[in-house]
Nanobody, 121 residues
Framework: QVQLVESGGGLVQAGGSLRLSCAAS????????MGWYHQAPGKQRELVAS???????NYVPSVKGRFIISRDNAKNAVYLQMNSLKPEDTAVYYC???????????????WGQGTQVTVSS
């Protein structure tokens, strides 16, 4: 079993910052790509940023220059530093990880439970 637990969401004014954290635990052998997604009410879940095990990053254009994704491989954790937040960033944020676990001995994608980010204007 693998679990991903997010933390760090909340309410912030436009222009403010938040830092999201996500820690994976369980029978983990290795984690490849990790990422953050968001889902606004009535919309599909979308990728925000991703990071490979080697540290290569990818961002959607709307957050480039404002958000920074990072990871700590020793802690099986991924982070999202969100700066210059805008009301349109309001959504539930989910972390995801491609994990090789001892229970399956194959890579599977796991998701966290989500954390709400609300940006007021």
């Amino acid at each position: 079993q693998v679990q991903l637990v997010e933390s760090g969401g909340g309410l912030v004014q436009a222009g403010g910052s938040l830092r999201l954290s996500c820690a994976a635990s369980g029978s983990i052998v290795r984690i490849n790509d990790m990422g953050w997604y968001h889902q606004a009410p009535g919309k599909q879940r979308e990728l925000v940023a991703s990071i490979t095990s080697g540290g290569s990053t990818n961002y959607v254009p709307s957050v480039k220059g404002r958000f920074i994704i990072s990871r700590d491989n020793a802690k099986n954790a991924v982070y999202l530093q969100m700066n210059s937040l805008k009301p349109e960033d309001t959504a539930v944020y989910y972390c995801s990880a491609d994990v090789l676990s001892r229970s399956t001995w194959s890579y599977m994608s796991y998701w966290g439970q989500g954390t709400q980010v609300t940006v007021s204007s």
